[in-house]
């Protein structure tokens, strides 16, 4: 039963940090998907809502750790490498939130480049056509963001990636749950 948990760990960590990502946007009506980063609703002295969301990023962090260290390390063990890496660096991003400016923006960078190398580990290691497709969307987001084919706020290209990423996570969690424990 133990193990059971674990696996669906890499579920409910990322529905939590979408959901209190969602519910600090609700609660703050200044923010923009046309001007800001997600990172603004973390900013401790700019944002009441800073510790819901920081606390989503830390939770969230937290919970894709224990799971790629316990049941996703035995199916995909260097995505889980990866994972690890991605959760440290999320709650680095909830830590050193935006009060912090250049050390924010570098951690920012590690995040989105650490779940860019889990996707395409996953790709490799388990020939997930989910993963890459993910990393393309993601990849594709900022490229068109750097270009400045669309005009928004960094909010955006941090959604879709986020977005992208999570949703192969959150399959491979679920397929992992079905594989050792519906038979």
């Known amino acids: 039963m133990r193990n059971r948990n674990y696996a669906l760990l890499g579920i409910i960590g990322p529905a939590i940090a979408f959901l209190l990502i969602a519910l600090s946007i609700g609660l703050s009506p200044w923010f923009s998907w046309g001007n800001n980063a997600l990172s603004d609703l973390g900013h401790s002295v700019k944002s009441d809502v800073a510790p819901l969301f920081n606390f989503g990023l830390?939770?969230?962090?937290f919970l894709l750790i224990v799971y790629s260290i316990t049941s996703f390390k035995d199916y995909a063990k260097y995505t889980s490498m990866a994972l690890v890496f991605a959760?440290?660096?999320l709650q680095l991003i909830a830590t050193f939130d935006e009060v912090y400016g250049e050390l924010h923006f570098l951690?920012?960078?590690l995040f989105f480049a650490a779940i860019g190398l889990a996707?395409?580990?996953y790709f490799v290691e388990k020939k997930s056509k989910l993963a890459i497709i993910a990393f393309a969307i993601g990849a594709l987001s900022w490229i068109l963001y750097g270009l400045k084919v669309y005009s928004s706020g960094i909010?955006?290209?941090e959604a879709v990636?986020?977005?992208a990423v999570?949703?192969?996570v959150v399959m491979a969690s679920w397929k992992l749950y079905q594989k050792r424990y519906d038979s």
């Open 87 to 89: 959760g440290f660096s």
């Open 161 to 163: 990636s986020a977005g």
């Open 166 to 168: 999570a949703v192969w």
């Open 155 to 157: 909010s955006v290209p």
């Open 119 to 121: 996707s395409i580990s």
């Open 107 to 109: 951690v920012s960078v």
């Open 58 to 61: 830390l939770l969230c962090g």
